[in-house]
């Protein structure tokens, strides 16, 4: 029997990932050796109870009371604490869902990673801080990485085995979020529920937020370069309102093969579980002639400067992308906490790469975790100030 462990259960991808687990026969089909979660502890206990996990771990030290009672009766071991995830981390398993949110899911993921098995990796913050640590981890012991992030499992799937000689660039396409089509001169006044929603996809509200201001997507054109070690100017996004097209490998002699589907996470996520093969999915059927048509624009970077901010972080390579990601989530929590507009996101963001790029060693590659976790803290601090 196959072991699993799911980091991140309680969220949206997560909990994508159990139900497709309990749909596939639960604890008569895995064995369900870690689930994590956060501050949702019904949500763990319940989880942890239904698939019979070894182990339910929640972030926070000060709820191991709270899920020891959630879990009392049952066989399931409670513990708390970021070292208590990283030593669930460490169990060995065939395959593991990364689906923390933000930086917080990179110690658990490259401790997940020196076990060798297969990474389903959500948290594209974990490539953008340190793609170099991610892909060094995952050699010395062998394990795979797999993409779930929809639009790399599309490119992932996509390429098959093509050279990546023969491709000319990749087309990542973009729902444009709450804000696509409002007036420019509305956006300072967008307030955190406004943003807080999505046409397309159902999310966890951070994502959903980065959605919004095309966060999310600058996140994952830098994700693009690193996990399949593209050059920068061979990734595009393109603004595609339906959400049908997820992405487009596009090859130099002018063919393109896209990738299709209903925006549900359940298919990327489902891809990466069943990984060589393919099995049946929750998931509906493309009804193409229902929808009709596809509509497709290019990105307004005055909208969404954070697609410019990704091409120059790219550039910039070294430790921007730890600075870039630390400073968009210290951004986003002044956002949610009021502190700032929408609109201030992404000149904070902005502020505090050109800040700290002067710094000794921003140009240097990531030599290890504490390095990235230095530049992460400064960030956060920049960036915090910026807003007081
Ligand atoms: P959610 O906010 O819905 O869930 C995040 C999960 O992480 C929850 O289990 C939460 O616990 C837990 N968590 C939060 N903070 C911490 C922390 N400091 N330490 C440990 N665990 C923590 O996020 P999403 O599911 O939306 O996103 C997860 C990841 O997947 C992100 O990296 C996102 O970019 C990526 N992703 C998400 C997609 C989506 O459709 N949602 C699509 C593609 C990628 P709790 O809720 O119990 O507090």
Excluded at 1 to 14: D, E, L, N, Q, Y
């Amino acid at each position: 029997m196959r072991r699993i462990s799911i980091f991140g259960a309680t969220g949206s991808v997560g909990s994508n990932g159990v139900d497709l687990i309990r749909r596939a026969g639960g604890p008569d089909a895995y064995h369900t050796v870690a689930l994590t979660g956060g501050r949702n502890i019904p949500r763990l206990a319940r989880m942890a109870r239904d698939l019979r996990a070894e182990i339910a771990v929640t972030a926070h030290d000060e709820l191991l009371d709270d899920l020891r009672a959630a879990l009392a009766g049952s066989d399931v071991r409670a513990a708390a604490g970021t070292q208590a995830l990283v030593e669930a981390a460490g169990r060995p398993v065939d395959w593991v869902l990364s689906a923390i949110v933000g930086s917080a899911g990179l110690v658990p993921g490259l401790t997940a990673l020196a076990q060798g098995g297969v990474l389903a990796l959500a948290n594209k913050e974990s490539l953008v801080c340190a793609g170099p640590l991610i892909h060094a981890a995952a050699s010395r012991s062998g394990a795979r990485i797999l993409p779930v992030d929809s639009e790399h499992s599309a490119i992932f799937q996509a390429l098959g085995s093509e050279n990546l000689d023969s491709v000319q660039d990749v087309t990542i396409t973009a729902s444009g979020g709450a804000f696509r089509d409002w007036p420019l001169e509305r956006l300072a006044a967008a307030t955190v529920a406004e943003a807080s929603t999505h046409p397309n996809w159902a999310m966890g509200q951070r994502i959903t937020i980065d959605s919004a201001s095309m966060f999310n997507k600058a996140m994952e054109v830098i994700e693009a370069k690193e996990f399949f070690g593209l050059r920068p100017d061979q990734i595009k996004v393109l603004v595609h309102p339906e959400s049908i097209i997820h992405a487009m490998v596009n090859h130099v002699d002018g063919g393109s093969i896209a990738h299709l589907g209903a925006p549900d996470m359940r298919h990327a996520i489902g891809y990466a579980l069943n990984w060589p093969t393919r099995a049946p999915l929750p998931v509906s059927p493309l009804d193409l002639a229902r929808i009709g048509s596809l509509s497709f624009r290019a990105p307004d970077e005055i909208r969404w400067p954070a697609l410019r901010l990704a091409r120059e972080v790219m550039a910039a390579g070294g430790m921007a992308g730890a600075v870039f990601n630390a400073a968009k989530e210290q951004a986003l929590d002044d956002f949610i906490a009021g502190r700032i507009r929408f609109t201030q996101m992404s000149p904070q963001v902005e502020s505090t790469l050109a800040c700290l790029a002067g710094q000794s060693g921003f140009a240097a590659e990531p030599a290890d975790l504490e390095t990235v976790l230095h530049w992460d803290r400064a960030a956060r601090q920049e960036t915090a100030a910026w807003a007081n």
